[in-house]
């Protein structure tokens, strides 16, 4: 089991978003530990969801940090715009900018964690000469763009390759997983290498938002 501290990132995609802030603060108070946020413009994944207004107002509500996940083309050109909205961890992804780590450091040099994320079909061993300087991977472990997907099983096995090459090349970097993440699979997830699990559904179709990030972060101890 990985010792280090689960952390639960709930994605506001699933959220009722004419409610935003009523479910902002619900996440607050819910032990969760950053606010997931999906930005996607229909042409990297075929889906659209918010831009700097909603990173913005999310921003005003909630207490934990934003972690802005950039599922968009060029992402390099709207770093600056996603940090001054609010981002306190930006994530892009590895196949959308050809310089990653020109846009990596920009990212970093602005005072903000950069993270870069996978789709399922692209291997870790891409991220062998950027590894040690991201401080976090998000592997997406179902094909971005839409919630609700079911849980790639290969993931478990992609996950671990990522732990062995963060070990290898003594990186910082967490390890974050995004799609079909529940508590019938947090414990599978947590022993594999995985750091931060982000939510949708699971904690947005919830009644009690707090017992499920409970679950996420315990499930050995809550009986899966």
């Not at 715009?81 to 306190?88: S, T, V």
């Not at 991201?134 to 290969?154: A, S």
């Amino acid at each position: 089991m990985n010792t280090n501290k689960i952390l639960v990132s709930p994605s506001i995609l699933a959220a009722d978003h004419a409610n935003i802030q009523q479910e902002i603060e619900r996440v607050n108070r819910s032990g969760a530990d950053w606010v997931h946020v999906d930005i996607m413009d229909g042409v990297f994944v075929p889906n659209m969801s918010f831009g700097f207004p909603i990173v913005k107002a999310t921003k005003k509500h909630s207490q934990l940090p934003l972690d802005v996940h950039l599922m968009i083309v060029n992402p390099q050109n709207y770093i600056q715009e996603f940090i001054k909205a609010g981002a306190d961890i930006l994530t892009i992804h590895y196949e959308a900018v050809t310089h990653l780590h020109r846009a990596i450091w920009q990212i970093k040099n602005a005072g903000v964690k950069a993270g870069v994320a996978l789709n399922p079909s692209t291997p870790v061993s891409m991220l062998e000469e950027i590894i040690q300087d991201v401080d976090m991977v998000l592997i997406m472990t179902v094909n971005p763009g839409f919630g609700g997907q079911k849980f790639i099983e290969n993931s478990y096995s992609k996950i671990m390759r990522c732990k062995e090459l963060i070990l290898k090349r003594n990186s910082q970097a967490l390890i974050e997983v995004d799609g079909g993440v529940e508590s019938h699979n947090a414990a599978k997830l947590i022993n594999a290498g995985v750091d931060v699990m982000v939510a949708g559904s699971y904690i947005f179709g919830a009644k009690d938002y707090a017992e499920n990030v409970k679950l996420l972060k315990y499930p050995i101890e809550n009986a899966i």
